[in-house]
């Protein structure tokens, strides 16, 4: 079986530097707020690799894990559901005026279920988080300084 690897990639300028943004992005009680799909988050503060968040929407609970996380540019985690594997990467720069936030979302199967879930899953996640950046950026500019 060959790599069927679909990234989905958004950027957005937030006019705020990057440590600001990371201070939002990084922290588990904005989570919910810039996530979408997302109405709770339990998580340790700080977060670290390999910590578990616990992502809820409505009754629904699933886990996922810190796989990258290098403050204050880059945290990726990773979720496993009905065989589909999905990494959300956030990464952020400066770019002299304020910071760029990019999102790349990693949808790939992880069992055979997967690769018939995973062509919906990715559909799913297009239409959810189409306004990821943005409801970054509005999370960063509304947060109390």
Request: no cysteine; proline share 7%; net charge neutral.
């Amino acid at each position: 079986m060959g790599d069927v690897a679909q990234l989905l990639t958004k950027r957005t300028e937030v006019e705020a530097g990057p440590r600001r943004v990371w201070s939002i992005v990084s922290d588990p009680s904005y989570m919910a707020t810039w996530m979408p799909g997302v109405d709770r988050v339990e998580a340790p503060a700080p977060i670290a690799i390999d910590s578990s968040l616990s992502l809820g929407s409505g009754p629904v609970e699933r886990e996922a894990r810190i796989v990258d996380l290098r403050e204050p540019t880059v945290m990726a985690f990773r979720t496993v559901n009905r065989g589909v594997a999905t990494v959300y990467r956030y990464e952020i720069e400066g770019d002299g005026r304020g910071s760029v936030v990019t999102v790349t979302i990693d949808v790939r199967p992880t069992s055979i279920r997967g690769w018939f879930v995973t062509p919906l899953a990715r559909r799913a996640i297009r239409q959810v988080d189409r306004d990821h950046g943005d409801r970054i950026r509005s999370t960063v500019l509304d947060a109390p300084w």
